[in-house]
């Protein structure tokens, strides 16, 4: 009895190992599962629609790319890997992009389970999506909630919605993901995000990326709410966010309802960090023909260039509204910063954009209603406005700081209004004061009018307040007077030290104590050639050696920058004994300049 028991046990425990190994046969089986989609010989089935309904969880659909596929919508409801580019059935020799088309009339492709706690993991590559037409979200690819999307090599192109996301939307707790060479490209939306629209969800763009020539309402490349977007594209061709068009409000990329932005050219696993992230040729009718934010929403932009985008009226490179933020610059540590080069190697740049309506008043850049903007260690040159208004505008209780900066070339028009390099504007009671810091700057070459010859104008009306802060400041240009007080509110100057300008009278007048004026000169900075567009510091400028460091604790603390725009130290402090050696004022430091040319010219 004993004996057959065991016997009993020995072929159930054979029995039991044996049925292992076909369930994990077949288990394997199952995640090696493929599906070939095509016409050709040893091809599953001719139809996407079929295999895509065939397909479970860990399923690859491997596409030909012998036909247009037009039977569109394509759902995806398991978490499938959607392949196309395939030359032949059985082969794995990749040749065309495979085409899906919804013929105007469908949407073309949808990730979607029925099941709202169902979270769904896909891989997109090698698909053409086109003519894509939906009254709803998403017109070439739709994404649900809670799915993650990786998208590589596709290209969307002529899709269009009536609502939001022209070729992609990004459903609430999704995450999409393009690597690769993607192009988003001639894509509408009649609300928001003529290229992607994300809401409550994460988008991330590797380098490789090009989303150009999309058109919305708001958000003509790009509309983000409440989601968060990370830029990592650009450089040469079309990548980046290019030619983008918006009716209302960011050409480029529009930003609301505490959206996270962040635009790195720096990061070395996902972008070149030879090259920088590019927002280019982009246009709203309205504001930010580069980009606009709102709302609380927050942008971070390293390594960035903004290019060339218009809009007809405020805010051509960027407008930072209603409790919104902003910060701008580089990563002096990558390739990419090239010290000491032409004014348009910077990979911190805003350039050549433009406010066009000669009728109302344009800028290139405005901050207000509570938000707050930091410009740091770049360069705002050759951006122009047709009429009257300015360059950089601060209102509405907007905090704005701009340090080590080149601002230069910059041209307004009509100065029989109000037209200035500079406009702020000052708070009324429920946003509180504005406030405006420039430190260690150079204002030079500015084209066009000024009215009443001046660059920097102050209002206020009655119950608003404006306070302006300048530190280490060259100004080169010649005839003009450096700021004036308008209003019947209060405009304050809280900080005048370490300026060479053409003249310091308009600064004693509106500094609030004289203790807070020091070491201001009228004289010609004696920039090395400004009309060549090479504004550093020759030889025996007066804002050379011109300041030392007043350490915190001081009456009234000045501690410059570590370096100047170049990336170069200003001076050597000494912390211990609130000391330093003179340093130079201005966007560059001199000493900076000439050890950086020795090393070429030794080396």
Not at 64 to 87: E, F, H, K, M, V
Not at 243 to 251: C, F, H, M, V
Not at 574 to 584: A, I, L
Request: proline share 3%.
């Amino acid at each position: 009895m004993l004996q057959k028991k065991i016997h009993e046990v020995r072929v159930n425990l054979l029995t039991t190992f044996a049925l292992v190994l076909v369930m994990c046969a077949g288990l394997a089986q199952a995640e090696e599962h493929i599906i070939w989609v095509g016409g050709g010989s040893g091809c599953d089935t001719d139809s996407l629609s079929q295999a895509l309904s065939d397909a479970g969880n860990g399923d690859e659909v491997r596409v030909l790319n012998d036909r247009t596929y037009n039977d569109a919508p394509y759902t995806i409801s398991n978490s499938i890997r959607l392949l196309g580019g395939y030359d032949e059935c059985g082969s794995d020799t990749i040749g065309g992009n495979s085409d899906l088309r919804g013929n105007f009339n469908q949407r073309v492709l949808e990730v979607f389970n029925p099941n709202p706690s169902a979270s769904l993991d896909v891989e997109i590559a090698r698909i053409d999506v086109a003519q894509g037409s939906t009254s709803a979200s998403g017109a070439g690819l739709a994404i649900g909630s809670n799915h993650a999307v990786v998208l590589s090599d596709s290209q969307f192109v002529f899709n269009s919605s009536e609502s939001n996301g022209g070729a992609i939307r990004v459903g609430s707790g999704s995450t999409l993901e393009l690597t690769g060479e993607n192009e988003i490209v001639l894509n509408n939306a009649d609300e928001d995000g003529g290229g992607i629209a994300c809401l409550e969800s994460e988008v991330t763009i590797e380098h490789g990326t090009a989303i150009y020539n999309n058109g919305a309402e708001y958000g003509g490349g790009i509309h983000a709410d409440d989601c968060e977007v990370r830029l990592y594209s650009g450089g040469t061709g079309n990548l980046g966010v290019r030619n983008n068009t918006a009716d209302e409000r960011g050409g480029g990329i529009r930003a609301i309802n505490d959206a996270v932005l962040v635009l790195d050219g720096s990061d070395s696993d996902r972008s070149d960090p030879s090259l920088p992230v590019t927002i280019r040729g982009n246009g709203a009718d309205l504001f930010g023909g580069g980009i606009s934010l709102t709302d609380g929403a927050e942008a971070a932009l390293i390594n960035t260039v903004i290019e060339n985008n218009v809009t007809e009226a405020l805010a051509a490179a960027f407008d930072v509204g209603l409790r919104s933020s902003l910060t701008m610059e580089p990563d002096m540590d990558v390739s990419c910063q090239n010290p000491g080069a032409s004014n348009l190697s910077s990979c911190s740049i805003i350039h050549g954009n433009a406010a066009e309506d000669e009728g109302r008043g344009g800028y290139v850049v405005t901050g207000g209603f509570g938000s707050s903007t930091e410009i740091r260690q770049t360069k705002i040159l050759g951006n122009s406005v047709a009429g009257h208004g300015g360059i950089i505008q601060a209102q509405n209780g907007a905090n704005m700081l701009i340090e080590n900066a080149l601002i230069a070339d910059n041209e307004t028009g009509d100065s029989n209004l109000t037209t200035n390099v500079i406009r702020i504007s000052g708070g009324p009671p429920h946003t509180g004061i504005t406030e405006v810091v420039i430190r260690f700057s150079t204002l030079a070459n500015h084209q066009g009018g000024l009215s009443d010859d001046t660059l920097i104008d102050m209002f206020s009306g009655d119950d608003r307040e404006a306070r302006l802060g300048l530190e280490g400041l060259v100004i080169d240009q010649p005839g003009t007077t450096v700021v004036r007080d308008r209003g019947d509110g209060v405009n304050e100057l809280n900080r005048a030290a370490c300026i060479v300008a053409p003249e310091t009278d308009s600064m004693e007048a509106l500094a609030t104590s004289t203790a807070l004026v020091v070491q201001l000169l009228d004289q010609d900075p004696l920039l090395v050639d400004p009309q060549a567009g090479n504004y550093r510091l020759s030889a025996g400028s007066p804002a050379v050696d011109v300041c030392a460091m007043l350490p915190v604790g001081s009456p009234h603390p000045l501690i410059p920058p570590q370096t100047d725009l170049d990336g170069h130290n200003r001076g050597v402090a000494n912390s211990d004994e609130g000391e330093s050696t003179p340093f130079d004022v201005g966007a560059f430091e001199r000493l900076g300049e000439q050890v950086f040319q020795d090393r070429f010219e030794n080396g």
